[in-house]
């Protein structure tokens, strides 16, 4: 079975822009969860989708946006990019057997740099 | 306020000896555990995972031991091999918190051959 695939890889962005990431979950899988990694606020929750809803929201400013398609595909988008936003994105699936108890497996990750 | 805390960011080991990993926890709502071990560049890969309603669980060569009253869980990693050297993150979950997770800081392991 394919992994969860993340695309871009790499992104390089000014400030002010606005940047789209995708996400693509294992084939089955109906919950995409999105989360940031800095060095400095280490791994943090962004926000959760099942089933095209937004299920679960973590505490981040509304210039983070996300979706998810009939497919299960997400992205999430962020406007008016700040310097703070540079940090590595990830996206994790998850099997959704029981609520409250999936293990989520996570792709390797977007690279966004914010000159 | 972290609600997960891993206090020690790093741990060496000589190979084919335990390796522990430590995590404390805050919230009282947190019912399910999971563990992390994250390459540079690469993203978390699950490792195992335990409930509440167990004090401990096993894969292979891990276990991991949940004390609900202290609010600590550990990781054990027996014996230890240079592959296993990565940082490790311990998350964990709410009942009603769908598959949103609160991950620790991390903790380097270094095994040394």
């Known amino acids: 079975k394919a992994g969860v695939t993340q695309t871009p890889r790499y992104l390089i962005k000014t400030r002010g822009q606005q940047v789209t990431l995708s996400c693509s979950p294992i084939s089955g899988h109906r919950s995409v969860s999105w989360y940031q990694q800095t060095p400095g606020q280490g791994l943090q929750f962004l926000f959760e989708?099942?089933?095209?809803?937004?299920?679960n929201k973590g505490n981040f400013p509304g210039r983070f946006s996300g979706r998810q398609f009939s497919n299960s595909r997400s992205e999430m988008n962020v406007s008016t990019l700040e310097l703070g936003d540079s940090a590595l994105y990830l996206c994790?699936?998850?099997?959704?057997?029981?609520?409250?108890?999936?293990?989520?497996?996570f792709g390797p990750g977007t690279r966004l740099t914010v000159l | 306020d972290q609600q997960v805390k891993q206090n020690s960011p790093s741990l060496s080991v000589q190979e084919g000896r335990i390796s522990i990993l430590n995590c404390d926890y805050t919230n009282s709502m947190f019912d399910y555990f999971l563990w992390y071990k994250k390459y540079p560049a690469e993203g978390p890969t699950f490792l195992i995972s335990i409930s509440s309603i167990k004090d401990k669980n096993e894969d292979g060569r891990f276990t991991v031991f949940l004390n609900k009253s202290a609010k600590h869980l550990s990781l054990h990693i027996v014996p230890s091999q240079p592959g296993d050297s990565a940082v490790y993150f311990c998350?964990?979950?709410?009942?009603?918190?769908?598959?949103?997770?609160?991950f620790g800081g991390g903790t380097r392991l270094m095994v040394k051959p």
């Open positions: 994790a699936s998850s099997p959704d057997r029981e609520l409250n108890y999936n293990e989520q497996f």
């Open positions: 989708y099942f089933s095209e809803t937004q299920r």
């Open positions: 998350a964990a979950s709410g009942w009603n918190a769908g598959n949103m997770l609160t």
